[in-house]
């Protein structure tokens, strides 16, 4: 399919996937809406209640949705409301102090953690696949895509579903003759960090060969463009011969179709939580003190390939102590009840070792 008709194809699905994302993904609703407008300033209290507020990454909001409803259960003197606008902009609103803790699957660089005002503290909360999910009638059964073949799938270089590269290792499935439409993000996103990391760290072709980009906002010619995880599993959803990138929950909760990728071992690994666990149980001992651990290719032989932690941004020196204390609260319930609720949203709950030195380091904020 050439670059007008991809085009046309991604107008005429825009208002129907827009229109999917706000229905099956209710949970995650203030990715749109304006609960942290620009500008503005925290409000300290509201009907007598602490109010918190947060913007950032995508990838983790349902979860984070769900343990602030549990949490507000006990604690209803609390109330906390995240906007889930996309790694970059909750690290922007976040470092202009427009909320209160911001929410980053790609954390924060060096020279963002020293430009911060009142310090900033990378608490690791989760941890979750990107999975590669697809639409293609007729496959009944998970494709599996190589490494070779599902880097040049992402880089736009396999233009047709019954292409030798996907065949070689799904030699029993019909494979139509069937143009391939790459979905993929639009904003400044976690997910894509997450994605462009690992392809660049699986071979030197997606940046040296390709001169392809790593980072949270990267360049996708032809591709359809979509914001937030909810956005391309939407577009995904409507559009036949679509593959794209995903938090694997996202795919899960609207039934889509998700490869088995083949990791470092060599193995072609489904997004289960035990896959997931086996990627972090390898990397957790190599934390370093600012807990700021990005895991591009796991090694261990049933990892998934694709793993990211999710950190929340807070300040090391909070401007208002009644606020702070409310925060630290949160952020430990979540690192300890609030992993049992990990697994039943797609989600890869932490190990024990990295959730102790997580809350350690939330403890130290003032």
Same mark, same amino acid.
């Given at each position: 399919m050439d670059r007008t008709k991809r085009q046309t194809l991604g107008t005429a699905l825009g208002l129907a996937a827009t229109f999917a994302a706000s229905v099956v993904t209710a949970q995650v609703k203030a990715a749109k809406d304006d609960t942290a407008k620009e500008g503005a300033t925290p409000p300290a209290t509201r009907d007598g209640k602490i109010v918190l507020r947060g913007a950032g990454a995508t990838f983790p909001a349902p979860l984070y949705q769900r343990w602030m409803r549990e949490y507000a259960k006990t604690h209803p003197d609390v109330a906390i409301e995240y906007a889930s606008v996309g790694s970059g902009e909750g690290a922007r609103r976040f470092l202009e102090q427009q909320v209160d803790f911001g929410a980053s699957d790609a954390a924060l660089t060096d020279a963002q953690i020293a430009g911060a005002e009142n310090g900033a503290a990378l608490i690791p909360m989760t941890a979750g696949m990107v999975a590669l999910t697809y639409n293609l009638p007729g496959a009944n059964e998970p494709l599996r895509?190589?490494?070779?073949?599902?880097?040049?799938?992402?880089?736009?270089?396999?233009?047709?579903?019954?292409?030798?590269?996907?065949?070689?290792?799904?030699?029993?499935?019909?494979?139509?003759?069937?143009?391939?439409?790459?979905?993929?993000?639009?904003?400044?996103?976690?997910?894509?960090?997450?994605?462009?990391?690992?392809?660049?760290?699986?071979?030197?072709?997606?940046?040296?060969?390709?001169?392809?980009?790593?980072?949270?906002?990267?360049?996708?010619?032809?591709?359809?463009?979509?914001? &937030?995880?909810?956005?391309?599993?939407?577009?995904?959803?409507?559009?036949?011969?679509?593959?794209?990138?995903?938090?694997?929950?996202?795919?899960?909760?609207?039934?889509?179709?998700?490869?088995?990728?083949?990791?470092?071992?060599?193995?072609?690994?489904?997004?289960?939580?035990?896959? &997931?666990?086996?990627?972090l149980a390898g990397a957790s001992k190599d934390l370093p003190d600012n807990l700021r651990l990005f895991i591009p290719d796991p090694e261990a032989d049933d990892a998934y390939p694709i793993v990211s932690l999710s950190w929340l941004l807070l300040r090391e020196r909070g401007p208002d102590p009644a606020r702070t204390e409310a925060l630290k609260a949160f952020v430990d319930w979540s690192l300890g009840d609030g992993q049992a609720l990990s697994q039943e949203h797609g989600y890869v709950p932490l190990p024990a070792a990295l959730v102790a030195r997580a809350r350690a380091a939330a403890a130290r904020i003032r």
């Open positions: 895509f190589s490494r070779t073949a599902y880097l040049d799938l992402i880089a736009g270089l396999i233009p047709s579903w019954d292409d030798a590269r996907i065949q070689a290792t799904n030699p029993g499935i019909a494979l139509p003759k069937r143009s391939i439409v790459l979905v993929a993000r639009q904003d400044s996103s976690g997910t894509t960090h997450a994605l462009t990391s690992h392809l660049a760290a699986i071979s030197n072709k997606w940046t040296t060969r390709l001169g392809r980009a790593v980072g949270t906002q990267v360049d996708w010619p032809g591709a359809m463009l979509a914001r &937030g995880n909810e956005g391309v599993a939407a577009r995904i959803k409507q559009s036949v011969g679509a593959v794209g990138y995903v938090e694997h929950g996202f795919a899960r909760r609207l039934g889509l179709q998700v490869a088995l990728l083949q990791n470092k071992a060599g193995t072609f690994v489904a997004p289960t939580p035990e896959a &997931g666990q086996a990627a």
